[in-house]
Antibody
Framework: EVQLVESGGGLVQPGRSLKLSCAASGFTFSDYNMAWVRQAPKKGLEWVATIIYDGSRTYYRDSVKGRFTISRDNAKSTLYLQMDSLRSEDTATYYC?????????WGQGVMVTVSS | DIQMTQSPASLSASLEEIVTITCQASQDIGNWLAWYQQKPGKSPQLLIYDATSLADGVPSRFSGSRSGTQYSLKISRLQVEDIGSYYCQQAHSNPYTFGAGTKLELK
């Protein structure tokens, strides 16, 4: 059974950093492209970043480019999202997901609140 | 960026009724379109990919279709477990954009 479990969320002040993790199991992690998708409270879904299966390429939405870094450790079957210079508009539930054009499997999500 | 215009924003329907949700893409995206269901308090689940292909484990009452740059999700006989929000997503090019969502409620 595919499982994706996010962790690392919480309350953080504007301008500070936070690192999210997503532990994967039930499939060969190193074969899959991965992504982060977020959802602000009571809002719709928004793609954040994607990383290719071997980590060779990454893609970001414009609003997080230069502030967020997606990475992966295939030996640990873990996906990461380093979030720097956080803003109030980054407040959302962050989901990790497998990616193949569409988002096949999703984690349960982790809440990030940016507020002073 | 490719815009996905989803309608309606909300929908109230009766059990066993046929429900249709549509998404209009701002440019040609071919069959690079997916649909997701999100139940209250849960993470989204893939329903349809490549515009018409049913994801594993999804009931056959769900179907997807395409006419040019307009895409539709159809629920042939609404069940109580289908209540929630639905989103389309274009997988043609970065940034991968979602529709604004349709909230489906029971009448």
């Amino acid at each position: 059974e595919v499982q994706l479990v996010e962790s690392g969320g919480g309350l953080v002040q504007p301008g500070r950093s936070l690192k999210l993790s997503c532990a994967a199991s039930g499939f060969t992690f190193s074969d899959y492209n991965m992504a982060w998708v977020r959802q602000a409270p009571k809002k719709g879904l928004e793609w954040v970043a994607t990383i290719i299966y071997d980590g060779s390429r990454t893609y970001y939405r414009d609003s997080v480019k230069g502030r967020f870094t997606i990475s992966r450790d295939n030996a640990k079957s873990t996906l990461y999202l380093q979030m720097d210079s956080l803003r109030s508009e980054d407040t959302a539930t962050y989901y990790c997901a497998t990616y193949y054009g569409h988002f096949d499997y999703w984690g349960q999500g982790v809440m990030v609140t940016v507020s002073s | 960026d490719i815009q996905m215009t989803q309608s309606p924003a909300s929908l109230s329907a009766s059990l066993e009724e046929i429900v249709t949700i549509t998404c209009q893409a701002s440019q040609d995206i071919g069959n690079w379109l997916a649909w997701y269901q999100q139940k209250p308090g849960k993470s989204p689940q893939l329903l349809i990919y490549d515009a018409t292909s049913l994801a594993d484990g999804v009931p056959s009452r769900f179907s997807g279709s395409r006419s040019g740059t307009q895409y539709s999700l159809k629920i042939s006989r609404l069940q109580v477990e289908d209540i929630g929000s639905y989103y389309c997503q274009q997988a043609h090019s970065n940034p991968y954009t979602f529709g604004a969502g349709t909230k489906l409620e029971l009448k």
